[in-house]
């Protein structure tokens, strides 16, 4: 152990983070540096990501938790890893941690457990070191990822540029979600190079003109589901649906069900049904338990907050 460890002790510290749902995504034309512009409506749901850091002789992660799912890397591919060894490069402080991840947000599906992970690795090694520079969190999480700024920050927000320039939205309420889990996953990049392949060859396609998401933001701010349902959006929704048809089944299914709308998270495959109230969101649960290409049905609420330290 290196004398910075020995000096830490047994110190481990706890943080969490928020998975997402893009309440609204419009996307524009790729640019120069492969990432495309958006204008994307972000909300944090109530499943979080915990993430614990205890100094060790060395880097190593475990994951815990309903969806710690094989696929998700161990190495320096893993987000938090990335985190950890930015903030520690950034500071100088360089002190092995043991990285345990308790999953809850499902992977791959398009709802950021990844950025949340980042999110909250940044948080918990931050206050391992007695860094208090959170300028420098917010810089290091937009070199992690688009989405990683979102994860920290949480609750509301527009996100300009590739996501990451972000503008907090006053929302009022709680919005009731029906989540359908895939048995499949999707690449967020495929699905970026799908929807432009779709645009250069099909012209029903969405076009790359970036909209405007006043009517969503009108009606978080009222807190109104049902204003919500109608002006729901996500351009990927054709590119995930051409990788994956059983989406558009899906998505289906839970209209004929009774879901105020369908939408699909992110790059999918993940589906998200918009309910008035809890009771309508059981009824929706039994039956998307049954549906075909469905893994897990999760209930849940948005917004939820942003990353932040967990204590006692
Ligand atoms: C689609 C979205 C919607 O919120 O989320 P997910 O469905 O992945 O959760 C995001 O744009 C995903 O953001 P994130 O997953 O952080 O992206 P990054 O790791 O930075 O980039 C992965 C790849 O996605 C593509 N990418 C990402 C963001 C963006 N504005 N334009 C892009 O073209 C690029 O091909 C990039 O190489
Ligand atoms: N901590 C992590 N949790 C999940 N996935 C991770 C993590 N670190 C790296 N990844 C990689 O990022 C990919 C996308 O994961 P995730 O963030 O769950 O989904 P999405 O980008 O669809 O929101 C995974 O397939 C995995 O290879």
Known sequence: MNAEVAQLGARSVTARAYGKINVF?????QRADGYHDLV???QTLDLA????????????????GPRADTTVPLDDRNLAVQAVAALSEATETHIPVAITIDKQ?????GMGGGSADAAAALVAYA????????????????????DVPFALTGGTAIGTGRGDELVPVAGSGAFHWVLATSVASLSTPEVYRTLDELRRETST???DTLRDPDDVVTALT???????????????????????PGIAEVMESGRQAGALAALVSGSGPTVGFLVAD?????????LLEATRGVRDVVRTTAPAGGAHLVTG
Do not use: Y
Request: glycine share 8%; net charge negative; aromatic share 2%.
């Open 127 to 146: 206050e391992l070191i007695g860094c208090d520079d959170a300028d420098l969190l917010t810089r290091i999480a937009a070199e992690l990822g688009a």
């Open 278 to 286: 809890p009771t309508h969101a059981l009824d929706l649960t039994v």
């Open 205 to 207: 396609a969405t076009d």
């Open 25 to 29: 995504l419009s996307v524009g034309p």
């Open 49 to 64: 990501e915990t993430i614990t850091l205890s100094p060790a002789a060395e880097t190593a992660v475990t994951l815990t």
């Open 105 to 109: 947000v499902p992977v791959a599906g």
């Open 40 to 42: 994307s409506v972000f």
């Open 222 to 244: 009222a807190g109104d589901p049902h204003a919500l349902a109608g002006v729901l959006h996500n351009d990927m929704t054709d590119a995930a649906i051409e990788l994956l």
